[in-house]
């Protein structure tokens, strides 16, 4: 039997007017479009253009407060939007952020449930703990849990979550006017969840959404982040520098997948790709000059400090990189690859932050379309990943020149399609649709 044609995934990561921090002072549009729903429409509809897997939403239920100052206030919520983008699309997968540690189990899976039924089966959720400080001070008087704790309650939130979504067997709502059944009783199994950290008796309002589960993405490589994708999720977004070290996470992933009971071939590694394209290199490197000259040095450090679980108040920016903070900072994959290149050489925390305009640890892509292509062939014949997703530094138009300048080659290639295979996110993704789970 002809095995299946396996294809890039490929997913793109919008953040207001791109990934670059100065994006919005260098884009031609008017800095207020990050606030209109019609902006991320647009956007969708270009990923769908080039027949990409899915958006997806970063979100953060707190802000630290001097990023304000810096970068656009755009966090709508990323649910009701994507809602709104479902609307006015058709194949497109759609996957918010949620965080675990800042909402509750029966809300996230009702909500989440009812953006697959609204985009028929095209919602994806991406699982976060969130690192964020501040976000702790909007939910109470209770200091941010450290790491461990939040990954424990992480587990069981969405230990939970699948039990409501697995709660009605798929033929559980016959709906029948001729009998006056609307759902048999003996084909729903409500939870009944008395664990250590959510007690949650009953199941959803409605029946099994779309695809079963929404698909369910992780975002972290730390060694909390890979047990918990290893055991729940469907993709990774991780930051990853060359093929080598993406193919041993990768490898690493699917035997920890494999040893919690899992199908490895049913879990995606999708590194992180920050990108500007221009019709030659020099074109490209003049946007990105223009972008580092419009960036706050300011901001980058705080920022730097930020991303690395410390207190940018108690830090001295041009004074050597603190050595003595490693031991007492959250252990993040972010803080983990900061640190690697302030060991490099000395330098003061002000130097690394200056560094660090693309993801820490990532890849940052600055070049042609032909050359892009090359990368992205190139990591996909390593087994270094799955797919990509995708980073725009400046948005619209990066990504409309991926969709046509590099998708084209891709699809010349043979390894980015030409046409989606079937209507939701898992058949994008080339993933079954789970079947309900019983204790």
Known sequence: MKAEQRYLNLNVYLRNSGYHESAWRVSSLDPAVVLDPGHYVGLARTAERGVLDSIFLPDSPGVAEFRSEYLPGAGLDPVQLLSAVAMATEQIGLISTVSTTYSFPWDVARRLATLDFLSHGRA???????????????????????TADRYRRADEFVEVVLKLWDAWDDDAAPMSKQTGVWADPAKLHPPRHQGERFQVSSYLPFPRSPQGHPFLTQAGSSPDGVALAAKYADAVFTPQSDPESSRAFREHLRAQAAAAGRDPDHIRVLPGLSFLLGSSDAEAEALKQRLEAAASGEFRWRNLANLAGLDYRGIEPDEPFPVSLLDSAPKTSFGASIYQMAAQRPQSFREVAQRLSALPGGLDFTGTPEAMADLITNWWQAGASDGFTLMPNVLPDQLDLFVDHVVPILQRRGIARTEYAGRTLRDHVGLPRPVARRE
Not at 126 to 142: H, L, S, W
């Open 124 to 146: 994806g959720w991406n699982i976060v703990t969130t690192v964020e400080p501040a976000a702790a001070g909007n939910f109470g008087d209770q200091p941010h849990p450290p």
